[in-house]
């Protein structure tokens, strides 16, 4: 796929903004939770605020969504809450050295139900082997959606990966609904966690994008 010069400096800019953004948010090396396509931020909020411990940072693409959970968090008093706008792979791909994953959350995300767009599901192997780059072992994986066929496929794509093991035994931490759970009139949760194998370092390149310009520095 070729690029046109004006696109790739737009994305060159965006993900160098990024990186200016993250090294601000997450200067020193810490273990954070992770929530990728956070919506209206219902999820995160009343979970950093019952986990005052945890350093929690939601990304999500849509501004309006962003806003809102900005506005739970500031009503809230959160300090241990932030959301990003950022697209998931870049932000993953822009995080500062020595930044790890205790958590990953992805609630209902986008299933991109035609098979011509499979794709652009972001829940592939590759995505668990970036995250298992950045995740010690016991880092806990969950994934909640309504869509059953996209669920088959993550339970099958997590059973082929040395990286992470599931463990239907695990407890769901917390419930909290969130507007797209609103909505399903029923869900398939999982849980997964980080095994000791060693993962490689990993870029990120989502569909329709340029690959990363650099290399990613070790976490
Ligand atoms: C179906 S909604 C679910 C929102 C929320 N988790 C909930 O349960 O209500 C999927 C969300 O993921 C966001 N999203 C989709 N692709 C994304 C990506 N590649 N990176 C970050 N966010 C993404 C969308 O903007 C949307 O807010």
Redesign the pocket.
């Known amino acids: 796929m070729t690029f046109k010069p004006e696109f790739l400096a737009r994305v060159a800019e965006r993900r160098a903004e990024l990186q200016r953004t993250l090294g601000v948010l997450l200067p020193a090396p810490r273990a954070i939770v992770w929530e990728?396509?956070?919506?209206?931020g219902h999820f995160l909020v009343r979970y950093a605020a019952e986990h005052p411990g945890k350093f929690c940072v939601g990304?999500?693409?849509?501004l309006d969504?962003l806003a809102r959970s900005g506005k739970k968090r500031d009503r809230a008093q959160l300090a241990n809450c932030h959301f990003v706008r950022a697209?998931?792979r870049e932000f993953f791909n822009a995080l500062p050295a020595g930044i790890t994953f205790e958590e990953v959350w992805v609630?209902?995300?986008?299933p991109w139900p035609k098979a011509r767009h499979n794709k652009n599901r972001?829940l592939k192997a590759d995505f668990f082997n970036a995250i298992a780059s950045r995740a010690g072992e016991g880092a806990r994986f969950y994934f909640r959606t309504d869509h059953e066929e996209y669920f088959r496929e993550v339970e099958a794509t997590v059973a082929t990966l040395p990286t992470w093991r599931r463990d239907p035994a695990a407890p769901w931490p917390l419930e909290q609904e969130?507007?797209?759970?609103a909505r399903a009139p029923s869900y398939h949760s999982l849980v997964a966690v980080r095994t000791s194998h060693p993962a490689p370092a990993v870029e990120l390149a989502?569909p329709g994008q340029p690959p990363p310009a650099a290399p990613r520095s070790p976490a």
């Open positions: 990728v396509g956070c919506g209206h990304v999500d693409i849509i969504r697209e998931a609630l209902f995300p986008d972001l969130t507007v797209f759970q989502g």
